[in-house]
């Protein structure tokens, strides 16, 4: 179970929140290729280490934030509003 720091809320349990999948993730032009659209639509990152996420805390007040997570450990790096840049965390 993970405890997970809420930007607005503070900490809370795992299952007020639900995941929304890789953050950061780039919209390519119009004029993009079908490989770069394939790309967007379909593909995802799947790192043994730290993954950036957006999370919504839907059983509190329903904003999304980002959250840097290590996929082996679960640990949470870093915790950081939607408009803020990506963390970079080693
Ligand atoms: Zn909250």
Not at 17 to 38: K, N, V
Not at 40 to 52: D, I, K, Q
Not at 53 to 63: A, I, L, V, Y
């Amino acid at each position: 179970m993970l405890l997970i720091h809420c930007p607005h809320c503070g900490p809370r349990d795992e299952g007020e929140f639900t995941c929304g999948g890789e953050s950061h993730i780039q919209r390519p032009a119009l004029s993009a290729s079908a490989e770069d659209w394939a790309e967007y639509l379909f593909l995802r990152h799947n790192p043994a280490g730290v993954t950036y996420e957006r999370w919504r805390h839907t059983f509190g007040c329903e904003r999304w934030f980002n959250v840097a997570r290590c996929t082996v450990s679960h640990r949470i790096e870093a915790v950081y509003a939607m408009t803020e840049a990506k963390p970079d965390i080693a």
